[in-house]
């Protein structure tokens, strides 16, 4: 592809420490590219709301840029990327109580197909599933996620979240009870 | 198809939450495109060179990003998301008419694609001396209302010596393994990983061609932990004649 010369030719340095590998424009582009609509699902399934979900990717991946000279090659890349993601979810949950930002309800036109009562069968049980997810204190629900949704394991999730196995195994462990906990007390309550 | 208002298994609704993967609008991914392109220049440069709105989050606003793209688009033009050289976005390749070129070290080919890239090991330009770990922070209690919540500590022998009866079952030590279990039921009768221990015994048990007795405690296993995440797995174990590894 030629490249024509654009109206500002910036030479851009290490964005990383000193002796540490360069994070190149290419391996950026690479990494959003692969991995961000994995971490606008990590956002997402950490409670973030809909209209705040661009802003915090963004944020998300700024973040992992300035980092980038702090990953571990030999370890796998989604569990250090979520452990970003739910740092960023985690301080915007702080601040977004003092918001007075009220989204509009998603309007849901009526549905004229055949199947209609099983899609919506489904998405009834979608928001049994997300329901129950938020029943979970976030930092049990990070472990969960990792865990039952993303599948990794639990030596990983230590590591890329920065807590000891064991407590990696405990808040898992309370994550498994809360889940099941949520299931069973809005299944009752929906019946 | 069961409806949400009968018990519904926890397993099915995991699969479910699994199975919910959003994909990422077009524009919005664009959009953040854009805007990490821009990040990292309000990064790297002097303020002078770039508006410091663009670093202090003032960026974020809804309403300035509207107003701010009509004079960004006349300095960066339709080009401006492809700086990056994301041609995964673009739907052709095409030229840097009016934009901001980076020019990065040449350690990659300027026509190298980058749509859809697999996952790739991460390079390492040359072997450098660990730089000092920083790593994302933990997470703190986020709400001061909210209960003191205290994760209960599983000790960390009781935790290694179940380990050891999972990797004596992976090598195909199956005797090795249930004897190991059996001890840390001796050890720790009150375990918080009682059900891993049980799911765990069951697998052993098949691997063992102990047929019999592992159907009656994987009954017993979701007569006890009905809700149990594990409940599929130790059902599947017994569904079937499989060999566990030998």
């Known amino acids: ?191 | 198809m069961s409806t949400p208002r009968e018990e519904a298994s926890v397993e099915s609704l995991l699969g479910s939450l699994r199975g919910d993967v959003e994909e990422m609008r077009t524009f919005a991914r664009r959009r953040i495109a854009a805007r990490l392109t821009l990040s990292v220049l309000a990064q790297v440069f002097a303020p002078a060179l770039v508006p410091s709105f663009f670093s202090n989050g003032f960026f974020r606003s809804k309403g300035f990003a509207v107003g701010l793209a009509l004079p960004l688009g006349m300095v960066l033009g339709a080009s401006g998301y492809a700086v990056l050289q994301d041609h995964h976005l673009a739907t052709k390749p095409r030229e840097l008419t009016a934009a901001i070129a980076l020019k990065l070290p040449p350690s990659v080919p300027n026509g190298a694609t980058l749509s859809p890239p697999p996952p790739v090991p991460i390079e390492v330009a040359a072997p450098v001396p660990a730089p000092p770990a920083v790593s994302p922070p933990l997470v703190r209690p986020h709400s001061p209302h909210a209960p003191a919540l205290r994760d209960t500590l599983i000790p960390n022998r009781e935790l290694s010596q179940l380990e050891k009866a999972r990797t004596l079952l992976t090598e195909g030590q199956v005797t090795a393994t249930l004897a190991q279990v059996r001890k840390h039921v001796i050890s720790y009768p009150h375990s918080a990983l009682e059900q891993e221990r049980q799911a765990l015994y069951v697998k052993a048990l098949v691997a063992a061609d102990r047929m019999i007795e592992a159907r009656v405690r994987a009954a017993a296993f979701v007569k006890r932990f009905p809700n149990s995440p594990l409940r599929g797995s130790v059902e599947k174990a017994v569904a079937v004649d499989s060999v566990m590894v030998r």
């Open chain 1, 1 to 191: 592809m030629t490249q024509t010369p654009g109206l500002l030719e910036v030479e851009l340095p290490p964005f990383a420490h000193a002796n540490a590998a360069p994070l190149t424009r290419a391996r950026a582009s690479e990494l959003f590219a692969t991995h961000g609509n994995y971490v606008w699902n990590a956002l997402r399934r950490l409670g973030v709301r809909r209209e705040d979900l661009e802003d915090l990717t963004h944020d998300t991946f700024v973040t992992v840029y300035k980092h980038w000279a702090s990953f571990d090659a030999e370890r796998p890349v989604r569990p250090w990327l979520f452990g970003f993601a739910l740092r960023v979810a985690s301080d915007h949950r702080r601040l977004a109580r003092h918001r007075l930002e009220v989204s509009a309800p998603e309007h849901e036109p009526h549905d004229e197909r055949p199947d209609a009562a099983d899609v919506l069968l489904q998405k009834e049980r979608e928001a049994l599933a997300h329901a129950a997810l938020s029943a979970i204190e976030l930092s049990r629900r990070a472990v969960f996620i990792l865990h039952e949704l993303d599948g990794s394991t639990v030596p990983e999730i230590a590591a890329a979240l920065q807590i000891p196995v064991a407590t990696a195994y405990s808040r898992l462990r309370l994550a498994r009870e809360d889940f099941a906990g949520a299931v069973k007390r809005l299944s009752l309550r929906a019946g």
